[in-house]
């Protein structure tokens, strides 16, 4: 290292070489490493922003939040109830006394579910009106009965239980704000009770009937009837709810002929879709997106086997052959052009049998034989077999003829085929409620489902929907912040900010008991969280790992990092150690 | 000075532990007890092309044949092949493809939907099957469209090795590949549970990094095993099958729709003088016992049904009250199989690892190096203070030299 300092003309004794110098030490070489060093780590910034990628930026405490609040705390609903007695007594017992008793048998009967998701908030409010012939007293402030409704309706005489329920419905009937459930017990002369519940959102008790009694029919319906839709339990399983990811269903409905030498059956779908299905599909317009297709196929047998009975004259397949009914190698059902990646089909199949099998009928492992001749598999869809009437003839033709199902045949056929939708959405598809104390019996609706029974959907597929969606956003923030160098485009981030915004509106619509609108927009938020997590640009085989990035880099930065590092600290020490040596020199002058 | 040879040390072990990518473990809760089985998916993969690899899709062909057989339809299975061996100039026999030199069976004869073909069976989108990250204009035919209630039988062959798997002679899928997917599938729930079977040489290894519950695997041979083919058809040229799909088509060969047998049963035919290597499977993250679990869970097609009772009278116009007369026994018949065998489970670990051969010192020492680092869970940690201490070794080196 070249130093410039004076070569001493005498060795002079207080000149010490090592200690001391006298000139002030150059800061040449500091400057320049320096420099190096700064220019170095200017580019710093330069190299960072040029391997940057774009991550658009997700509200991931949101989503966290979000997701416990789902799971911590079940989505409850509050429901409004009500009570109508009729020709009974106002002197034995007073209206609140009646609510009381009613609230108190709802919790005895709700104890047993114990607040499940979807289900109607515990606190609820039972506004009791008694009706008689002098005057209507009632509890609770808003009244919406017409006193002396029923004097008109004469209950003596047989009514059919339609026209009571539209009166019923008409007097009801408010459009204005939440909706209520409504029980109207009236007391006749007539020894049986009969318990109906109709396809609005009212039932009534009629007979001799006394007020305990009648309290008790009157929780039972309120509670396993009206919040849960029909049984006991009030959650529906996740394979009760055939609903596609993207909030659609495909209805495929499929025409089989066995074996089309002995007969050729066709239908005429049109109708039945105009006239019967799309009042059912307008029904189910808040759950899901519906669409439709049919289609008839032919040279179709199933891959079970049936055998004769003679008692019975038919061939007999029993409960245990149902599994392997469907024969899926012959059967092509999934045809569907119109179904998207993520939507549901249900597949209805008629199944004609050929001749060699016909009568065929279902034998119910009590001995009975199905008055159906069908049965579901849960995600899947229903099957009904239809024996012909050309069955019976024994005929041989050689050229078979084609033929076509009947109106009769084809309204028959879909009322099975809507006991099996019913099913397959977790209700029951027969009339009648059993429980503890009676037997109630349930009105069916030309649009398939009753109004209650809508609700009942409703408030479950709204709790099923934001908790997948929690999930389903929760599972996406985990991975995102997982793979810190993997590219979130800006369309996930506006449709997982979207879906936020649905799931808060589910929130809110479902605080204030809209159950059709909670319903629409928890799908919404399920559609718009799936399709952010499916988004096909986030695979993380495309993107280099964070080690990757520092394994490539590295090799051209470190080791001159390292270098112009150690140049500059050799530089600083050189320095701080020559004006050490300069400054003794000063000292010792002085 | 010494605080300035101190500060680089800190940067430098900052700029190595910032650069670590940290995984995350936590994975959703999912309730798998109380979900119905509801359907089967098959997805069989073969990952090799060029024709004397014919063994590999001949295995696939026949594990697809199977279970076709047992019930699966074809829009419930995807099948990812190179299929290139039918049509192969080489092929002496066009349009067929045998698994057995008595040529009884032709796998390539007639239903066989091939879903991914060529050049398309590829890591990516194998991994899209497995995760349904597709692009909107995919066909519903090449998606995998289970649901929670789905049990999914995942099969691979090919040429494998330690943890990875090579797909098309030109990319590999890693263990880690795969453990990360199954995890994305099983949060997603795709699933209610899998069964891999892998067929390739050293194929336990492919799934060593697995932790989502629900999951069964069982690979054809062990770390540092091969697995071998069955027999060399001389008419064709080439290997026909390989020893782990061989036996367990014999098996399932003797199975029709009915019956059922169990898992067990169907993991203890393996003999591991017969297959030359130790078929090992999985069960820790397996709840249910293998007894009980009967192989047309997975192999064959199950249909939960439940009997229709009535029709919904809503169309007619009198309401009829006789239906207060329906007998109410008639409602919801489930039809399940269940198999109950109090047998002991068995392993099939019966192989003893030991260095017979090792006389040679140095080969000795390396066994037992390796042995000991075999034995080391953290061994990204060691990576790093590694890394840590070449660095503070070049840094010192470069300083002092100077």
């Known amino acids: ?425 977790g209700l029951k598809s027969d009339g009648l409620f059993v429980g503890a104390s009676g037997t109630s019996i349930l009105l069916a609706s030309e649009r398939g489902f009753s109004e209650w029974e809508l609700d009942v959907l409703s408030r479950q597929h709204s709790c099923f929907n934001l908790l997948q969606c929690g999930t389903t956003l929760g599972s996406l923030s985990r991975l995102v912040q997982s793979l810190p160098r993997m590219i979130i485009m800006d369309d996930i981030g506006k449709q997982v900010k979207y879906s936020l915004e649905a799931a808060r509106l589910t929130l809110s619509n479902a605080s204030l008991g809209i159950y059709d609108a909670s319903a629409e927009s928890s799908r919404q938020a399920r559609l718009l969280a799936e399709d952010a997590f499916y988004h096909p640009s986030m695979m993380s085989v495309s993107y280099y790992s964070f080690e990757h990035c520092f394994a490539v880099y590295s090799p051209f930065f470190l080791p001159v990092l390292l270098h112009v590092l150690l140049a500059v600290l050799r530089e600083w020490k050189r320095y701080k150690q020559e004006s050490k040596k300069y400054y003794a020199w000063k000292a010792k002058v002085k | 000075m010494d605080s300035s040879f101190k500060s680089t040390t800190l940067i430098s072990i900052f700029l190595l532990f910032f650069c670590n990518a940290i995984p995350s473990i936590a994975f959703g809760s999912s309730s798998t007890a109380t979900t119905m089985h509801t359907n089967n998916w098959a997805v069989l993969v073969c990952t090799s092309r060029f024709w004397f690899n014919y063994r590999h899709m001949a295995n696939t062909l026949s594990l697809y044949r199977t279970v076709k057989r047992l019930g699966i339809p074809d829009e419930r299975i995807i099948l990812m092949l190179a299929d290139d061996m039918a049509c192969n100039a080489r092929n002496k026999y066009p349009a067929q493809v045998f698994n057995n030199e008595n040529h009884r069976l032709n796998l390539y004869g007639d239903n066989v939907e091939v879903d991914y073909r060529g050049y398309e069976v590829t890591v990516e989108n194998f991994l899209r099957v497995l995760t349904g990250r597709h692009e909107t204009a995919v066909p519903r035919s090449k998606r995998l469209l289970s649901d929670e209630g789905s049990h999914i039988l995942l099969y691979m062959t090919g040429h494998g090795g330690d943890e990875f798997l090579k797909f098309q002679d030109s990319e590999e899928l890693q263990s880690h590949d795969l453990a990360d997917a199954v995890k994305q599938m099983k949060e997603k729930r795709r699933f209610k549970e899998l069964l891999i079977m892998v067929d390739t040489c050293q194929a336990s290894t492919l799934f060593s990094q697995l932790q989502s519950p629900g999951v069964l695997a069982i690979g054809s041979s062990m770390k540092g095993e091969n697995s071998y083919s069955h027999h060399l058809d001389s008419d064709v040229g080439v290997s026909v099958v390989d020893r782990f799909t061989f036996y367990t088509l014999a098996f399932f060969e003797r199975l029709n729709m009915y019956d059922n047998a169990s898992l067990s049963s169907l993991f203890n035919s393996y003999n591991s003088n017969l297959l030359m290597s130790t078929a090992y499977y999985r069960t820790d993250l397996y709840g249910r016992l293998l007894e009980e679990v009967p192989v047309t869970n997975f192999f064959g097609s199950v249909m939960e049904t439940i009997h229709t009772d009535s029709p919904y009278r809503a169309f007619s116009v009198k309401y009829s009250k006789s239906k207060a007369e329906i007998s109410l026994d008639q409602s919801d018949e489930v039809e399940q199989r269940r198999l109950k065998i109090s047998d002991v489970p068995q392993e099939l670990i019966d192989s003893n690892i030991t260095d017979k051969h090792a006389t040679c010192p140095v080969t000795r020492i390396w066994n037992a190096i390796l042995g000991r680092i075999e034995m080391m869970k953290e061994l990204d940690s060691l990576v790093n203070y590694g890394l840590i201490l070449m660095f503070l070794i070049v840094t010192g080196s470069s300083w002092f030299s100077s």
Not at chain 1, 183 to 190: F, S
Not at chain 1, 234 to 253: C, K, N, Q, T, Y
Not at chain 1, 330 to 338: K, N, Y
């Open chain 1, 1 to 425: 290292m070249a130093e410039i300092s004076e070569a001493p003309s005498t060795l002079d004794p207080d000149f010490d070489q090592e200690n001391m110098r006298k000139s002030k030490p150059g800061l040449k070489r500091l400057t320049l490493s320096l420099a190096v060093l700064f220019s170095f780590l200017l580019g710093l910034p330069f190299l960072l922003k040029s391997i940057e990628i774009y991550r658009s930026p997700l509200p991931f405490r949101e989503i966290d939040d979000l997701s416990t609040a789902f799971e911590s705390s079940p989505i409850l609903f509050p429901c409004h109830f009500r009570a109508v007695f009729v020709n009974f007594d106002p002197n034995s017992y007073t209206a609140d006394q009646l609510s009381i008793s009613v609230q108190a048998h709802m919790a005895k009967f709700a104890a047993k579910n114990s607040l499940a998701c979807g289900t109607c908030a515990s606190n609820v409010t039972v506004s009791v009106t008694l009706d008689s012939n002098s005057n209507c007293i009632s509890n609770g402030n808003n009244v919406d009965w017409k006193c002396g409704a029923l004097n008109e309706f004469k209950f003596a005489e047989k009514h059919e239980d339609g026209l009571l329920d539209e009166y019923l419905a008409s007097l009801c009937d408010n459009n204005s704000g939440a909706k209520v459930y409504t029980v109207v017990v009236v007391k006749t002369e007539q020894e049986e009770v009969r318990a109906v519940v109709g396809k609005y959102r009212h039932a009534w008790i009629m007979g001799r009937i006394f007020e305990e009694e009648a309290i008790e029919k009157i929780a039972e319906i309120f509670v396993n009837v009206f919040v849960n839709g029909g049984k006991e339990e009030g959650l529906i399983h996740g394979e009760f709810m055939p609903l596609g990811a993207d909030g659609r269903i495909v209805l495929s409905f499929n025409l089989l002929n066995a074996d089309p030498h002995n007969w050729i059956y066709d239908w005429d779908f049109q109708e039945i879709d105009e006239n019967l299905l799309s009042p059912v599909i307008d029904a189910l317009k808040p759950l899901a997106d519906v669409s439709v297709e049919s289609q008839v196929l032919y040279h179709t047998p199933k891959s079970s086997f049936s055998f004769w009975d003679d008692r019975l004259d038919s061939y007999i397949f029993s409960t245990k052959d149902l599994p392997f009914f469907v024969n899926s190698n012959e059967w092509h059902l999934d045809t569907s052009v119109a179904a998207g990646g993520l939507s549901k089909i249900l597949q209805f199949v008629v199944y004609v049998p050929s001749a060699k099998e016909c009568p065929l009928q279902l034998q119910l492992p009590n001995g009975e034989i199905s008055t159906t001749n069908g049965f579901i598999s849960p995600m899947w869809g229903g099957i009904v077999v239809w024996n012909p009437s050309a069955c019976l003839m024994d005929s041989k033709i050689k050229h078979p003829l084609r033929y076509k199902i009947s109106s009769e045949d084809s309204r028959k056929l879909f009322e099975v085929f809507m006991g099996q939708l019913r099913q397959l959405f």
